[in-house]
């Protein structure tokens, strides 16, 4: 069974906007992904998430959270709270900030500053990423989500939580290329021999 994997990008800009109703306190807005960026430097791997990689995804069921947390809901998708857009950049959000604890704490530390990432939680389809080897880590290049279950605004990155999954297929290429090297060193080596 595949888990659930979360990923926070660097490069996500939050802004904070007006009410567009008198139940919001606010929205919030950004990209919760944006492709061909590399991912944080905290993973033993670098990653990329290719502009293919939400063809085909339902979007509907996605919630907007809190640090990952199902009990810190922001938004959703089906409430028409959480509006998703895919463009050439990433995937564009836009959050009806709730009137409640949770949504003003959120919604101020964004205005603050003290909040400005955000991470996303996703399962990778079947044969859905690519490895190669980049220049001091390898580079994992995701082409195809199965799922994308929730958009976090996060106070911490959660690269930490790398699934064993992933790491598995890392070590599984960087076995596959050393012994590919070593297969092409003894075709080297015999053909020095046969001279």
Do not use: C
Request: net charge negative; aromatic share 10%.
């Amino acid at each position: 069974m595949k888990k659930l994997e979360y990923r926070y990008f660097n490069s996500t800009e939050l802004e904070t906007r007006s009410p567009t109703s008198d139940d919001f306190i606010g929205q919030i807005a950004g990209y919760a992904i944006k492709f061909n960026t590399p991912s944080t430097a905290k993973a033993p791997f670098i990653e990329y998430i290719s502009p293919s990689a939400l063809e085909n995804v339902d979007l509907t069921q996605v919630l907007g959270l809190y640090n990952h947390d199902f009990a810190n809901v922001l938004g959703r998708v089906e409430a028409n709270t959480l509006k998703l857009t895919v463009d050439d950049v990433g995937l564009h959000f836009v959050l009806d900030m709730p009137d409640t604890t949770i949504g003003h704490d959120v919604y101020n530390n964004i205005k603050a500053g003290n909040l400005r990432g955000m991470s996303f939680g996703f399962i990778v389809a079947e044969g859905g990423d690519s490895w190669q080897q980049g220049s001091e880590k390898p580079i994992r290049i995701i082409n195809q989500l199965d799922t994308l279950s929730e958009i976090s605004v996060v106070s911490r990155p959660a690269y930490d939580d790398t699934s064993v999954q992933v790491t598995r297929s890392m070590d599984a290429f960087l076995l596959d290329r050393t012994r590919n090297y070593k297969e092409k060193v003894k075709i080297y080596l015999g053909g020095l021999n046969e001279n």
